[in-house]
């Protein structure tokens, strides 16, 4: 059997590219490419680039999406993914982007996600807690409905 997929070492999108992102290395998505590769719709991506998270080029009425831009989304949405804000998601991309040491980079983006990681299990117990009261009280219901 092959190992190969099992010792494979996967960097999260959220911790940005493994080295520096060319400004520009002439490889360039329009919008429709750049939302077919993401799976995400024109006006998302232009969202982001009103929230100044991309930053296409522009050819007259045209957005072009260059390598920064692919890497940034990638950040992006694993960063929503998780719930991050946009705050968050900008010093993450700040931080990917920066000239600060890769590990002091890797070291901030984790302390984020397992800040982030707290709360969400914080909103899990309490999440539970209403269901358990929804089931609860659905269950109240159906014992007044069969006792008619």
Known sequence: ???IATNMFVV????????KVPEDDGQVLAI???SELFGVTLRTLRFYE?????????????RFYATRDISRMRIILQAKKIGLTLAEVRRVISLVESDTPRSDQL????ALCES????????KVLLDEQVAEVSGILSAFDRMLSDK
Do not use: V, Y
Request: hydrophobic fraction near 30%; glycine fraction near 10%; aromatic fraction near 0%.
């Open 107 to 110: 070291n901030e983006i984790r």
């Open 32 to 34: 429709s490419e750049m």
């Open 12 to 19: 999260p999108d959220i911790a940005g590219p493994l080295g």
């Open 116 to 123: 982030q990681q707290e709360m969400l299990m914080e909103q």
């Open 1 to 3: 059997m092959n190992n």
């Open 50 to 62: 009103e929230k100044g998270l991309l930053n296409p080029t522009r050819r007259g009425a045209r």
